[in-house]
C-alpha cells in the first residue's frame, strides 16, 4: 500500500494543535486538586559533604506544614538503568552535588512550604569537592570518594574496546591525524521547567508528572515506595519538551508520591527554574583524543579516547559512556576501531541522557578531524566523505547492523543546495562553508528493563458510533507521537484522523511502551498501531466483503468508507461497517506489539548501538566570522536527513529545525559554568542560547530511504539532525578565516584568541592540548565485523 | 469452578468505597474547570401553552452573559426510543408542562445566568391544559391534542393483546375476581440532584454529566448536535442512585452542549431540586381494571386493563405500556391473558422507567387480588400462591421464556422466618401480616438500539507490572457495577481485587455496555467480562504450563499465583507471570461480549419481557394500624430474592434494602399532587419519603438458583425486590384492621376514612370505584405459549 497513502506523507496537523495553540492544553503545572498539597524540597547548599544531623522538629511545628520528610523515610535507592540504583530520593549519609535534595515539606500553599524550608536545621560536614575531569581523575590519596563503588576511585566507568587491528591498519595508512577535542558543559534549557504532581493519594491513584517515561517512573516508583505496581498509576500530562532531560525517575517525583501516601492528600511539586538548573540531566562534557589514518578508499584504524564528567550520580552514565563510542562506526567505513572510555563523577549534578545521548560529542571531534584531514589530502571535504561512506545492510566493526543508508543522498543535496563544491574555499575572508554528517539511532535495539518483551504496545478499541481510540503508553512530549499514532490507525483503517481518539501516558489505560527516548516511538509504536490496527481491518474487510459480495482482498478504505478497488461503486460508510462488524464479531478491539529485532555483538557494551535502524543526516552551515570582534553569525543552514519516510513531513522539518537550533546553541554560546559547585547563571536571563535573531534560515531536505523495518519506512527524526551542526559550523568558521576552534561553545573570545594567535605565527587553534593521562585497561580485543553483509 | 470460587460469594469491599465514605468522590455537581461558564434555563410557568415570542436580547445584553440560545438553536428532536423522538432541548414552538424549558443562559457565574433569566421575554399563548387520566381521555371537541402524533386524541399509545381464550377461561372458572386499583403518581426523588457539565467545548472532547445510558445520551446528542459520535465523548462521572430517573437523555444536556460549542467554553448546569421535580422521569400513575378466574390449581383467564398517566412527553412511555401489562405471567399459571393498555398525554411532566419499570403498579393490582381471592376461597394467601407457581423452564401465554424459578423457595423462607402460616389472620385487631410476590427481568432482551449487536462490551489490558484494566461502558450508579466487574476478572484472572483498574462510563475509552437500566448490568456485562479474562487466562496458563511443565488444563489462579491443582507448589506469582507471557504473545489485551439471547413472541410489542433470566421475590410485612388515625407502622419486612447467584452477597442486600425502602415510601406516603400544573411540594423538606424512623427492621433472604444464562449463574437484585413491597403493606392492613386500600399511598387518610366506611356497615375500602370508559381495539389474538417447554 506503499504507493497510495491518503494520510501518511501528507502535512497533516497535529492533533494536539488546536489546544495547544489557543493555550487550552493543561500542563502539570495547571493542574490543581481538591485539598492538594505544595511541596518545597530543603536542597544541600554544599557539592559534597556528609550530613551529621537533620534537625525538622522547628519546621514540622510551623502552622500550615502538614508534613516533613527527610531521607530516613525514603531508604530505598532508585536509578534509570538496573546497574545505576544509585540516587536517593533524599540524601541520607551525603550529598554530591550543590542541590541535592535533603528534606521536603508539604504545607497548604507554596509560601508556607518555602517558609519552612528555612526551619529545616541541617549540619552538615564538608569534604572536599570534585569538580572537573581533571580533579576527577586525581588520586584520592585518602580522600573520600563521591560513591564507594565506581570503577576506580572516582573513576565510575571504565571502559575499553577494540575491534580488528587498529595498529596494523595505522601502520599501512597514507595519513594519521590526531586531535584532542572538548565538548564542554551545558544543561538541558528546554523552555518548561520540570514539575511533578498532583498526586492523588489513594491507594491505586493518580501520580500526574511531567516525563518521558510513564512506565520507568511506574517501575522506580513501585520499588522505591515498596508497593506492587498495580497499585500505581502514573500519567504524565502533556509535556513541553523533554530532549532526554525527562527520561530519568526523578527524587521529587518520589518525595511527592510519598508526601501524599503519608498525608492522604494529594502533593504538586513545581520546581523554580533554578532548581531546574540543578535537578536536570544535562550533556555530558566530554573530553575526546581521536586519532584517524587513511589510505586510498578506506578509513585504516580508527580510536576514539574520551573522558566524560558524569556529575554526582550515575543516570544513564554507563549507557552514556558506551554510547559515546558506539556510533562513530555506522557514517564511514572503519574497518578497525579502538574505544576507551572513563566517566568520572564530580560534584555536579549528573549528566544524562540530552538529545543525541552520548553521540553529538564524538562525531563534533571525528566531523572536525575529517575536515581538517580533507585539507591536508587536498580533498573537497565533500568527496572525502562521499568516497568512505559506510554500504548499507552490511555490519559495521563494532558488530551493528547498518540497513538503509541515505547519508549519500543527503550530502549531495546539502552540497547541491549550498554549492558547496563551487564555493568551498573560495569565499571572501570572513565567509565559509563547513560541512559535518551524522548518525543515529532509531530506538535502542535492547530494553533497559524487561528483556524479550514488546518495547510498544498498542490497544485499540473500534466504537459502534465510528470512533477509534487507539490506547498507548508513548508520551507525547512535544514531538507529536500523539498525532503520528493517529495518522497511522486513520491510514489503516480508512478513517479521518478527527475520528481517532488517543489514549496515552497513562500506566493504567495503556500497554507499556517504554518511553520517549532513543527517537524510537515512530518505529516502534508505529509497527504496534499497525499490527492492532491490521487485525480490526481484517475484521472489517471480512464483513464488508460478505455484504458487497466482493473478495476481502479487492477492498480499501479511505476517508471513512470501504470500497472495492475494482468498482468503487460498491461501498460502505465506516460507521455502518462497524455495526454490521460488531454485529459478526462482537465488540471490536485487538493488540498490537513490536519488539525489535536482535541484533547487536556479543562482547560487553554490544547492548548500547544496535537499533532498527539508523538515521543520516548531512549539514552545510554558512558563516559570517567578524575577524575584529571573534563573533561568528551563522548566515544559513542546510540540513539533509534521512528519515526513511516522513510519515508527516511537516512535522518531521519541525523536529530537524529543532535539532538545527539546538545544535546552533550547543556550537556557538550554551555553557554551564559552576563555581565551587554553585551554577553562575542559574537563570534564563543570564544563560545564552538562540533567540530568533541568532537563529538562521534552515533550508531543510528529507531524504526517504523507506526502511523495512520502519511503519511504512520511517526512521527517526528528533535527535540525528543534531550531530552535524556543531562540526558544520566549526569547519565554516575554518573555510572564514582560517581558525580551528576545537571546544563547544565557540565563542567571540575563542575565536578572537585564535586569530590573534593565528596572526602571531601561530596554529590558530583553540582547544584543549591534551587528554590527561589515565591508565586504562587492556582493550577487550572484539573480531571487526566491518563489511560483513546484514543477516 | 462453580465449587471453589476465591471471591465471587464473598462479601468484599466496594471498589468505590473508601472515597465514596471519606467524602473523596467527585460527582458531576463537584467538577470544575478553568473558563467554566453556569448554564441556567428559563422554564415554562404555563403547563399547556402556545411560543408567541422569544426576545432574548435584553438579557444578552447583560455583562457576564455570554450566550442565550432557545428552541431555534437546537431543533433536532431527541429521544430515549427510535419511536419516541418528540422531545425538544427547548421548546420550539409550544409547551407541555410547567418546567418546560424554553431558554437557557451561559454566564460566568450561576448568579449571573439566573438574573439573566428575568430579561428573557416569552410570549406564550395559553392553552386548556390536561391534568389527569380522566382530563386525557376526554373527546377534544376542537381542543388542540398536546402532541399531533398520538394514536388517538390525546390518547398517546393504544395496546390491546390477548393470548389465548381468556372468556372462554373466564366461562370455566369456579372464582372470577375484578377489582380496580390505583397506583398515584410520585416522582423520582433519589437523594441527588441531576446535573450535567462540565462540557469541555473543543471538538471531540468531553461532556460529563450524570446519566445511566452515557451511550443512548452519545447516540441522542449527536443527533441532535449534527455531528458524528466520533467527534463527541460521554463521560458519566459516579452517580449518586439513578433509579430509572436518568436513563433518558436529557434536554439540560443538549443544552449545556450547544452551549459549549458556541462559547467555546465548558459549561455547567446544576439542577436546583426544584426542577428536579420537573425535568424528571416519575413513575407512571396507572389505573388498573383486573379480573381473575380461578379452578381449582390454576388460575383460568386473567384480564388487565390499565391507563397510565404519560406525561407530556413519550420517554420511555412506549415500551412502560407494554411492560406494564407483559410480566403478569410470570409467576403464576396463567394459560390465558388478555391486556388493554393506554397511555395518556398530560400537561405533567413525562412518566418514564422508574425502579421496577411498569411493572410494580399491575403487580399490587394483582397481589393485592389474590389475597382478596385467597381470603374468598378460605385459602391461606401462601397456599394459593404456591398452589399456583409457574413452572421453571416453560414459556409463558405470551411467548415469554422463563427458565429458573426460585418464586416457590423465596415463598417458604419469608413465610418460615415470619411464621406467616401460623399468624396470618390471628393476630389481634391492629396488627396484621401481608404476604405478596414479584418477578422482574435481568436486562431486556432486545435492544433499544443496534439490533442483533451485543449489549455489552469488556475490553481487558494486562499491565506487565501486573495491574489489569477493565474498559466496559457501564455504568456504576452506586449499585456496585464497577465493583462487579473487578469482583468477576479478579475471580477469572486469579489476582486480588486491589490489581484491578477500572475505566467505565466513557464512551471514547470504553466499549459500548447499554446502560444501567433493566437491571441487566451484572449479568451482561459480567457475561462480557468472563468471556474477555477467559481469553486472557488462557494465554496466561499456556504460559505457565510451558514454565511449570504441567498440562494448562490442571492450572488454576487464585490470590495473585497461578498453580497447579494437583501439585500447589508448582507455582508461579501472577506478575511474573504476565512478563514471561507478555514476552511469549505480546501485549495482553482482549475484548468479550454479550448478546442476550433471542427469545420472545412473534406479535408487535413481543420485546418487552423477554429476557436472560428472571428474578423472584417474595415479601411478608408485620404492619401494626392505629385504628384512631389510620397510621400504618411497618413493624418488619421479610424479603427473599431469587438472585441466582450473590456475586457479592452484602451488594445484593443492599439493593434489596434499597428496593424495600423504596417501596415502602411508594407504599405509604410518596406521593406527587400537582395544582394547576405547578407540583404542590417541589421540594425535600415537604415531599415525604421514609427517614430511617420510618423504616422498619428489614430481614433479607438470597436464594440462589444458579441461572445458566447469568455469570457464575447471577441473575438481577436491584429492581425486583422492591414489586412485592406495596401490596404486602397493603394486605398486612387489611389483616390488621380488615379494611383494603386499593390505592397508593395507603395514607393515613385513606385507612381512617375505610375504617370509619366500615364501621358505618360499608364495605371498607378506599380505591378508584371504577375505570373509565375506553374503546380498545379489538385485541391482537395471539396462540397462548403456556406451558411450552423452553427451547
Known amino acids: 500500500m506503499s504507493h497510495q497513502f491518503n494520510i501518511v506523507g501528507k502535512p497533516n496537523r497535529k492533533v494536539d494543535a488546536l489546544q495547544k495553540t ?33 534537625d525538622t522538629s522547628a519546621a514540622q511545628a510551623l502552622p500550615g506544614v502538614i508534613a516533613v520528610i527527610t531521607g530516613r523515610d525514603l531508604p530505598n535507592k532508585f536509578g534509570i538503568l538496573p546497574v545505576s540504583q544509585d540516587e536517593e530520593s533524599l540524601a541520607v549519609e ?29 549540619e552538615y560536614e564538608v569534604l572536599p569537592p570534585v569538580m572537573s575531569i581533571e580533579e576527577g581523575l586525581q588520586p584520592l590519596d585518602g580522600r573520600e570518594p563521591i560513591h564507594a563503588y565506581a570503577d576506580q576511585e572516582n573513576i565510575h566507568k571504565l571502559v575499553a574496546l577494540e575491534f580488528g587491528e587498529v595498529e596494523a591498519g595505522f601502520a599501512e595508512a597514507d595519513l594519521i591525524q590526531e586531535d584532542v577535542f572538548l565538548r564542554g558543559q551545558h544543561p538541558l534549557a528546554a ?42 498509576r502514573i500519567i504524565a500530562p502533556p509535556t513541553g519538551g523533554g530532549f532526554g532531560g525527562k527520561t530519568d525517575p526523578f527524587n521529587h517525583e518520589m518525595i511527592v508520591a510519598k508526601l501524599a501516601m503519608l498525608t492522604g492528600r494529594p502533593v504538586k511539586i513545581v520546581l523554580t527554574r533554578e532548581e531546574v538548573f540543578y535537578a536536570h540531566r544535562g550533556r555530558h562534557p566530554v573530553l575526546m583524543r581521536v586519532k584517524t589514518g587513511v589510505k586510498r578508499r578506506l578509513d585504516h ?136 554528517c551524522g548518525a543515529y539511532i532509531t530506538g535502542a535495539g535492547l530494553p533497559i528493563y524487561w528483556n524479550k518483551m514488546p518495547h510498544s504496545g498498542v490497544q485499540i478499541k473500534i466504537d459502534r458510533g465510528g470512533g477509534v481510540t487507539v490506547f498507548c503508553g508513548s508520551t507525547d512530549i512535544g514531538q507529536g507521537s500523539d498525532s503520528v499514532l493517529a495518522y497511522i490507525v486513520a491510514e489503516e483503517l480508512g478513517v479521518t484522523v478527527n475520528d481517532i481518539a488517543l489514549v496515552t501516558a497513562d500506566t493504567d489505560l495503556a500497554p507499556v511502551d517504554l518511553g520517549s527516548y532513543s527517537s524510537r516511538v515512530t518505529l516502534m509504536t508505529g509497527n504496534a498501531a499497525i499490527q492492532a490496527a491490521r487485525k480490526l481491518r481484517a475484521l472489517l474487510f471480512e464483513t464488508a466483503a460478505r455484504e458487497l459480495m466482493v473478495p476481502a482482498e479487492s477492498l480499501a478504505a479511505r476517508d471513512n468508507v470501504v470500497f472495492c478497488l475494482d468498482d468503487e461503486a460498491r461501498r460502505i460508510p465506516f460507521p455502518e461497517l462497524v455495526k454490521l462488524a460488531e454485529a459478526q464479531h462482537g ?42 570582534t571573534g563573533e561568528v553569525r551563522v548566515e544559513k543552514i542546510w540540513i539533509a536527513h534521512d528519515v526513511g519516510r516522513a510519515i508527516n513531513p511537516l512535522l518531521v522539518e519541525g523536529q530537524v529545525e529543532g535539532s538545527v537550533y539546538m545544535g546552533l546553541g550547543e556550537a556557538l554560546m550554551e555553557e554551564q559554568v559552576f563555581r565551587r559547585g554553585l551554577h553562575k547563571i542559574p537563570s534564563m536571563l543570564d544563560y545564552k542560547s538562540p533567540t530568533f535573531l541568532e537563529t538562521p534560515d534552515i533550508e531543510t531536505i528529507l531524504i526517504e530511504t523507506n526502511d523495512p523495518e520502519g511503519p511504512y519506512g520511517a526512521k527517526e527524526a528528533g535527535q540525528g539532525p543534531l550531530l552535524p551542526v556543531p562540526p558544520a559550523i566549526a569547519n565554516a568558521v575554518y573555510d572564514a578565516v582560517g581558525v580551528r576552534i576545537d571546544e563547544t561553545p565557540i565563542t567571540p573570545e575563542k575565536v578572537f584568541k585564535a586569530l590573534r594567535e593565528k596572526a602571531r605565527g601561530g596554529e590558530g587553534r583553540v582547544g584543549p592540548k591534551r587528554v590527561p593521562h589515565i591508565i586504562f585497561p587492556e582493550p577487550v580485543q572484539v573480531e571487526s565485523r566491518w563489511g560483513q553483509p546484514a543477516e
Open 22 to 54: 489557543s493555550g487550552q492544553t493543561l500542563y502539570a503545572a495547571d493542574l490543581s486538586l481538591p485539598r492538594m498539597l505544595h511541596c518545597k524540597i530543603l536542597r544541600s547548599i554544599h557539592p559534597h559533604a556528609r550530613i551529621v544531623a537533620i
Open 94 to 122: 551525603k550529598v554530591r552535588y550543590v542541590g541535592d535534595p535533603v528534606a521536603a515539606v508539604a504545607a497548604v500553599d507554596e509560601e508556607t512550604a518555602q517558609a519552612a524550608l528555612k526551619h529545616v536545621q541541617v
Open 191 to 232: 523552555g518548561r521547567t520540570r514539575r511533578a504532581g498532583p498526586l492523588r493519594s489513594q491507594w491505586q491513584t493518580d501520580r500526574l508528572g511531567s516525563t518521558q517515561c510513564p512506565h520507568y517512573v511506574h517501575k522506580a516508583m513501585a520499588g522505591v515506595l515498596d508497593l506492587p505496581p498495580s497499585r500505581i
Open 301 to 436: 584504524g580508527y580510536a576514539l579516547s574520551v573522558l566524560l564528567d558524569g556529575g554526582g550520580y550515575v543516570s544513564y552514565g554507563v549507557a552514556s559512556t558506551y554510547y559515546t563510542g558506539a556510533l562513530q562506526t555506522v557514517t564511514y567505513n572503519l574497518p578497525a576501531y579502538k574505544f576507551d572510555g572513563a566517566r568520572v563523577f564530580t560534584n555536579k549534578p549528573a549528566c544524562g541522557p540530552k538529545r543525541g545521548h552520548g553521540t553529538p560529542q564524538p562525531r563534533f571531534a571525528l566531523e572536525v578531524q575529517l575536515d581538517k584531514m580533507a585539507g591536508k589530502l587536498g580533498l573537497n571535504p565533500l568527496d572525502l566523505r562521499l568516497k568512505h561512506l559506510a554500504r548499507p545492510y552490511t555490519e559495521t566493526a563494532n558488530h551493528l547492523t547498518v540497513t538503509t543508508i541515505g547519508l549519500g543522498e543527503c550530502l549531495e543535496a546539502v552540497a547541491e543546495r549550498s554549492d558547496f563544491r563551487e564555493k568551498y574555499g573560495k569565499l571572501p575572508f570572513g565567509k565559509g562553508l563547513g560541512l559535518a
Open 587 to 628: 465488540t471490536l478491539g485487538a493488540v498490537g506489539s513490536y519488539t525489535p529485532p536482535r541484533r547487536g555483538g556479543r562482547y560487553r557494551g554490544a547492548g548500547v548501538g544496535p537499533t532498527p535502524a539508523y538515521t543520516y543526516s548531512a549539514c552545510v552551515a554558512a558563516v559570517e566570522v567578524d575577524a575584529d
